[in-house]
């Protein structure tokens, strides 16, 4: 596993869904953590620091919305792309104004992984200010 690869944090409830990404992003070369529950997630943060996260927001518990302001609090660069099955959520305003999260969301199904990995990547090129390479 290369440690200079970037790391996704995969926040989403469906088991298929999580399994789906996860598979796209170790095929691309990224350092995968994935959890089913906002409050998983903010624990596995206490030891792992993901460059970006892709984030369901209808969770069991803590909702999405809430995860993003949680995580932000001790991962400020954390680059956040919501990705969600509500095809009527519109991201409040303060999730809005927040540099970290991406102005595209995604509806499920994706039918295209590369565009959720290609939106992450820029977001976590914004956030860091770092210019990430893909093999």
């Known amino acids: 596993m290369n440690k200079l690869a970037p790391m996704v944090l995969i926040l989403d409830d469906d088991d298929a869904v999580r399994e789906s990404f ?3 992003f170790e095929d691309q070369g990224w350092r995968i953590v994935a959890a089913a529950t906002a409050e998983e997630a903010l624990t596995m ?3 792992e ?3 970006g996260a892709i984030v369901d927001i209808r969770l069991p518990g ?4 809430d995860f993003i302001r949680a995580a932000l609090i001790k991962h400020p660069t954390l680059a956040c792309v919501i990705c969600t099955g509500s095809p009527e959520y519109l991201p409040p305003g303060d999730i ?4 970290q999260v991406s102005r595209r969301i995604f509806g499920k199904p994706v039918l ?3 565009e959720i990995e290609e939106a992450l990547r ?3 090129e914004k956030c860091s200010g770092k210019e990430m390479h893909h093999d």
């Open 49 to 51: 620091t993901p460059d």
């Open 45 to 47: 943060m206490r030891d």
């Open 96 to 99: 809005l104004a927040m540099p």
């Open 22 to 24: 996860a598979y796209h």
């Open 122 to 124: 820029r977001q976590i």
């Open 62 to 65: 803590m909702g999405g919305n």
């Open 112 to 114: 295209d992984l590369t």
